[in-house]
């Protein structure tokens, strides 16, 4: 199963110095497949941004993105962009650019209509509990969903423990998502 690591301010600071030294611990330990930063409080994004490319591109294999900025994720070279679930007009423009898309769901239309529009993946959430994030989806909600749809699908929200890991494995997920799992 895919792991995708996802920053947060709160972690991983807005200071460079910290950052790049969170950034790496957290990808040595838990060698996730896909990262995202995100930081969407950010005055220095652009700076922050570049200096997480520059950290993502030493680990092979890392796919790496930029969340909402299409034009910036071009510019430094990465992986792709992870999309809002507002967004879905900027799907074509990113293929375009040649960037891996990503985008947040939280319906079963949006992960269809994500996969119509030539997305990559998703991310379809919450599927457990998680602050400020409504009814979580459930484990028989993602596998209903994983019935219908080809799109790569990440299951997001609340995923903290290796039980909540145990139960995603038991679906035919892609993978996961989480910014508190990985922020040991």
């Not at 900027?90 to 119509?116: N, P």
């Not at 209903?144 to 423990?161: H, N, Q, R, T």
């Amino acid at each position: 199963m895919k792991k995708y690591l996802i920053t947060s301010e709160e972690f991983y600071t807005n200071i460079p110095d910290i950052f790049h030294s969170k950034l790496h611990l957290q990808l040595k330990e838990h060698r996730p497949s896909h990262v995202l930063y995100r930081d969407k409080s950010n005055p220095d994004y652009n700076k922050m941004a570049t200096l997480f490319a520059e950290v993502c591109a030493e680990y092979k294999g890392l796919k790496s993105f930029l969340h909402q900025d299409v034009g910036l994720a071009k510019k430094l070279g990465v992986a792709g962009v992870h999309l809002t679930s507002t967004q879905f007009t900027k799907i074509q423009e990113a293929k375009s650019l040649g960037l891996e898309v990503i985008i947040s769901t939280h319906a079963h239309e949006e992960v269809l209509l994500a996969q119509k529009l030539g997305a990559d993946a998703v991310t379809y959430s919450p599927i457990f509990t998680s602050p400020n994030k409504g009814k979580p989806k459930g484990i028989d909600d993602l596998k209903e969903l994983l019935k219908i749809c080809k799109i790569d699908v990440f299951a997001l929200g609340g995923i903290v423990s290796e039980e909540q890991i145990k139960k995603l494995k038991e679906t035919d997920v892609y993978g996961f998502a989480s910014i508190r799992y990985f922020m040991s």
